[in-house]
């Protein structure tokens, strides 16, 4: 009997014990002294800092870290502490994520890091010619952070005298190039370069850094109890207030809504369709690619079945069949309410992918065909930008958006009773209601438009 249970016991034994070991058994010779090797990839959101995925030294030149059993396929890298000190291949340049699978049984896996990219002798960018840093420290006043900001500019921005239509991209380290890029980069310069090339009219386009370990707070207006969030209203409020007035100001650019992308990636695309519905006076159009929708769905659900009209938008989704089980139930919740609340069919495209994956590589493929959607029926033959109605708008957020006058002009506030409340001097941009007005509904009046606003607490 004991030798039965013996039997037994090393069978689940297995089971339990079952998990993956990784063992780098060379480094590069110049390696930094005393350098911390961490892991990271798609079971630790491709963090490369993550304290709880440090490759331990054994005191012999090898260094080890045991996963627990899981499922699926993971994909991975080494830094040593952020993307800029990635691992390269032979050469010192870019190597495509290292994989392994859970199988049931215990695995260790034996690997060598060939380079390291920031210290390989030479520059590894892949950018190309016509992007550029606009800024390594663009100010958010918003959430008083700065933020390193790329400017991709078509082929013929300084032979031409075109004006253009500007995508707004989230996650700016991963579009442009492999250097800064945690899992391979989307190469948005190269695709819009090539469809120039055949014919294509061009477009800006304006990459933001996500903030690292501020990242999913800035991505979603919503608290999610497990992960985050809540900083979606500054970071949006950032785009449409700060960053955009900036680039149409210094730029040659489209400046209306149907000229106008939000784009973005997992959490990234989550924001842009937010952003997109809190901001329509400006955005028209959104790109959504793999929506992290899972992160605050009740929330955005209900926001979305409550905010204006959304009928001046245009959405692109798509995503892999099988990245989540939740992730076409949800894409395809978030379209109906959209579609309840406005959207039109013909501006909604749905494209699930069956070899569809949550990564760069994928994204990369599909954002091509994205662009050309969202602009497909856009006139780009000429320079004219059309003339500007007059418009007032108020954010969620209690701020004023009005265009369409040549100078300042004078506005009455007016108590639903009809009693006058005062003068305002409302300029083209954003406004803010007077400090001292007590919260309520009021009426904006000019000669030539009126408005009910509010006042939040």
């Given at each position: ?226 992960y985050g969030g809540g900083q979606g209203d500054e970071y949006m409020a950032f785009i449409a207030e700060t960053l955009k007035p900036y680039i149409d100001e210094n730029f040659r650019t489209r400046p209306e809504p149907k000229m106008n992308a939000l784009i973005g990636s997992s ?191």
């Amino acid at each position: 009997m004991k030798k039965y249970l013996l039997v037994l016991f090393s069978i689940f034994s297995l089971g339990i014990d079952a998990q993956v070991t990784l063992r780098i058994t060379s480094i590069p010779a110049n390696t930094p002294t005393g350098a911390t090797i961490y892991l990271a990839g798609s079971i630790n959101g491709w963090n490369p800092f993550d304290n709880g995925s440090i490759m331990q030294p054994d005191g012999f030149g090898t260094y080890q870290l045991t996963i627990p059993e899981g499922t699926g396929t993971v994909e991975y890298k080494f830094t040593r502490g952020s993307w800029a000190t990635v691992e390269g291949n032979a050469s010192g340049g870019y190597l495509p994520n290292r994989t392994f699978t859970f199988n049931g049984t215990p695995q260790t896996i034996n690997l060598t890091i060939q380079s390291w990219e920031d210290i390989t002798g030479g520059n590894n960018s892949t950018a190309t010619s016509n992007v550029q840093i606009l800024s390594p420290n663009f100010y958010i006043p918003q959430l008083d952070r700065i933020r390193r900001i790329w400017l991709y500019l078509p082929p013929d921005y300084f032979t031409s005298t075109k004006n253009y239509p500007v995508l707004y991209m989230n996650d700016g380290q991963n579009l442009f190039d492999n250097l800064t890029s945690f899992s391979g980069e989307w190469q948005v310069d190269e695709t819009l370069n090539s469809l120039f090339e055949e014919g294509d009219y061009g477009a800006i386009v304006v990459g933001i850094d996500n903030g690292g370990s501020e990242r999913l707070n800035e991505y979603s207006p919503w608290v999610n109890a497990q992960y985050g969030g809540g900083q979606g209203d500054e970071y949006m409020a950032f785009i449409a207030e700060t960053l955009k007035p900036y680039i149409d100001e210094n730029f040659r650019t489209r400046p209306e809504p149907k000229m106008n992308a939000l784009i973005g990636s997992s959490m990234g695309a989550l924001i842009a369709t937010y952003g997109a519905s809190e901001y329509p006076n400006l955005f028209g159009k959104i790109g959504s690619f793999s929506p992290a929708y899972w992160f605050a769905l009740s929330d955005l659900n209900t926001y979305l079945g409550n905010s204006s009209d959304l009928s001046n938008l245009r959405i692109y989704f798509v995503a892999g069949q099988n990245e989540s089980t939740a992730m076409v139930p949800n894409i395809n919740t978030i379209r109906t309410t959209m579609q309840n609340n406005g959207l039109s069919i013909s501006n909604t495209f749905t494209k699930f992918d069956s070899y569809g994956t949550h990564t760069e590589g994928y994204w990369r493929g599909e954002f091509g065909a994205a662009y050309q959607w969202l602009f497909v029926n856009e006139s780009l033959s000429t320079n004219v930008i059309e003339k500007k109605k007059p418009a007032l708008f108020q954010t969620e957020s209690g701020n004023l958006w009005f265009n369409g006058f040549e100078n300042e002009t004078k506005f009455e506030l007016f108590a639903l009773s009809g009693q006058k409340i005062t003068s305002l001097q409302l300029r083209n941009g954003f406004n803010s209601l007077p400090e001292n007005l007590v919260s309520g509904i009021y009426i904006l009046k000019s000669e030539m438009i009126s408005k009910k606003v509010f006042k939040k607490q």
